[in-house]
């Protein structure tokens, strides 16, 4: 079993940054890929990025390549999301969910998921 708690979340204006910490408690977190998604009001679920351990590779959802960073700190067990030049239409409720083996886009892949943090950027 694996529990993540988000953290990080807040109001910023647009062109701003934030960064979303999500530490993970249980089994050997090393082992597990790591992603991260978001929801806005009256929109499905949207994947943002992922990060596996077993090939290193990274990826990242169109919409915030170039503008979003992951990271992971084995060592304290905690996966952030670096957040800049934040947009309107990225306000949304931020995920972190972990998974065996390699990353994947698709949310159904994985089997841990944190409670969620609100983002929300005005213009």
């Known amino acids: 079993q694996v529990q993540l708690v988000e953290s990080g979340g807040g109001l910023v204006q647009a062109g701003g940054s934030l960064r979303l910490s999500c530490a993970a408690s249980?089994?050997?977190?090393?082992?597990?890929?790591m992603g991260w998604f978001r929801q806005a009001p009256g929109k499905e679920r949207e994947f943002v990025g992922a990060?596996?351990?077993?090939?290193?590779?990274?990826y990242y959802a169109d919409s915030v390549r170039g503008r979003f960073t992951i990271s992971r700190d084995n060592a304290k067990n905690t996966v952030y999301l670096q957040m800049n030049s934040l947009k309107p239409e990225d306000t949304a409720v931020y995920y972190c969910?972990?998974?065996?083996?390699?990353?994947?886009?698709?949310?159904?892949?994985?089997?841990?998921w944190g409670q969620g943090t609100q983002v929300t950027v005005s213009s």
């Open positions: 249980g089994r050997t977190f090393s082992s597990y890929a």
């Open positions: 990060k596996s351990w077993s090939d290193g590779k990274i």
């Open positions: 969910a972990a998974k065996v083996g390699s990353g994947s886009v698709s949310g159904n892949e994985y089997d841990y």
